[in-house]
């Protein structure tokens, strides 16, 4: 079985700190890695992919994957409360029907 | 929504009884999927499809079946709802340009009493 594991959190941060977000998987072929936020009430969005070790930035967010440890993260700099969300990690485990396996979700709270 | 409707945004059942989701996108993609989210489990995969009448199974897909006989539209079916259907369930659609992400509908909200 496939696993993406989460901590559920509430994590909670100043605003204006840097979040950090945690996602390991399970599956060794795993090929492409994905970050979707999620507000109370809505579906989810993406905000970031990443396919290969190292770092992805985009704007506030970076991704980082090392698939040695089976890891990736997201950071989030000059935290807003706006960034107020449930971040849901998910996985591609490769396979020619792209799906995807999601973790439970992080909830984080930007605190004013 | 990345062209994607889903209907009946809200739906409330009584055990027993048939109901069909639908799932509408406006972008001819070939690949669809249909996920449940509930507290606790996170988005779990019902059924997918890859393309007109082809479909397979997801990790929670008893009690579920699905349809897609046009590009656009691809309907989820509970044959008969039971109360542990009771979930938000979400369409989403994979591109495929260049990538592998999956974009998702708002969502339908159902309720089996």
């Known amino acids: 079985q496939k696993e993406v594991e989460q901590n559920s959190g509430p994590l909670s941060v100043p605003e204006g700190a840097i979040a950090s977000l945690n996602c390991t998987y399970s599956?060794?072929?795993?090929?492409?890695f994905f970050w979707y936020r999620q507000y109370s009430g809505k579906s989810p969005e993406l905000i970031m992919s990443i396919y290969s070790n190292g770092d992805k930035e985009d704007g506030r967010f970076t991704a980082q994957l090392n698939k040695a440890s089976q890891y990736v993260s997201l950071l989030i700099r000059d935290s807003q409360p706006s960034d107020s969300a449930t971040y849901l990690c998910?996985?591609?485990?490769?396979?020619?029907?792209?799906?995807?396996?999601f973790g439970k979700g992080t909830l984080l709270t930007v605190n004013p | 929504d990345a062209g994607i409707t889903q209907s009946p945004r809200h739906k409330v059942t009584e055990t027993g009884t048939p109901v069909t989701l639908r799932c509408h996108q406006t972008e001819n993609h070939r690949y669809m999927y249909w996920y449940r989210q509930d507290p606790g489990h996170g988005l779990r995969l019902i059924h997918y499809s890859y393309g007109v009448k082809d479909t397979d199974k997801g990790e929670v897909s008893d009690g579920y079946s699905v349809s897609r006989s046009k590009t656009e539209d691809f309907l989820l079916t509970l044959e008969s709802a039971t109360s542990s259907q009771t979930s938000v369930y979400f369409c989403a659609i994979r591109p495929g340009q260049g990538g592998n992400e999956q974009f998702f509908g708002p969502g339908t909200r159902l309720t089996v009493l």
């Open positions: 599956d060794r072929g795993s090929q492409s």
């Open positions: 998910a996985v591609n485990s490769g396979g020619s029907n792209y799906k995807l396996t």
